[in-house]
């Protein structure tokens, strides 16, 4: 989750400093030294983000207008699991619903549940992803086993970071 916050925290920084008038504080000659200046811009300008109490994680995510309501609530509930592990003791101090996506093989209709297994000529074979809702209700203790994190990290690399990315590279389209 660290990275994925870091990944908007430089989205919003570029995006404030695109919109932002940056005016040189020094004579620039060179198209490598117009290069570190504005690399030095945008650091400046993550770190501020990245600093910025008042900008909570939620409020990070609604900069990205347009996100769809499944991945929207996916991270919202990435942000809660998030804080009940980091700074509850995994005691979850609201309720928490965690989007969990299961990888599933199937041979015709059927689920395969084992393997290896024998596949005839003329089965169809196919990979299918289902979502699931984790619940862990406010008191309860928070654990997830390989497959839910596993789960969680193909959601937000997968799917969610290329979404908000394709969002923010959008707003500077001609």
């Given amino acids: 989750m660290a990275s994925f916050i870091s990944f908007l925290d430089k989205l919003i920084a570029f995006q404030d400093l695109a919109t932002a008038k940056v005016v040189a ?14 690399n030095s811009k945008l650091q400046h300008s993550v770190e501020r983000v990245a600093s910025d109490r008042t900008l909570t994680n939620p409020k990070k995510l609604a900069r990205f207008d347009g996100l769809c309501d499944v991945s929207k609530q996916a991270v919202l509930g990435y942000f809660a699991l998030r804080r009940c592990l ?55 203790r928070v654990s997830l086993d390989f497959k839910d994190v596993y789960s969680i990290v193909v959601a937000l690399r997968g799917s969610i970071a290329p979404e908000i990315f394709n969002l923010h590279a959008g707003r500077f389209q001609p």
């Fill in 86 to 140: 980091e700074h509850h003791q995994s005691v979850a101090h609201e309720d928490i619903h965690v989007s969990v996506w299961g990888h599933r093989l199937f041979l015709d209709d059927t689920e395969v549940k084992e393997l290896p297994i024998h596949c005839p000529e003329g089965q169809t074979v196919a990979y299918r992803i289902s979502g699931v809702e984790r619940f862990f209700p406010k008191g309860s």
């Fill in 25 to 38: 504080d020094h004579e620039i000659t060179q198209l490598d030294d117009l290069q570190s200046y504005l």
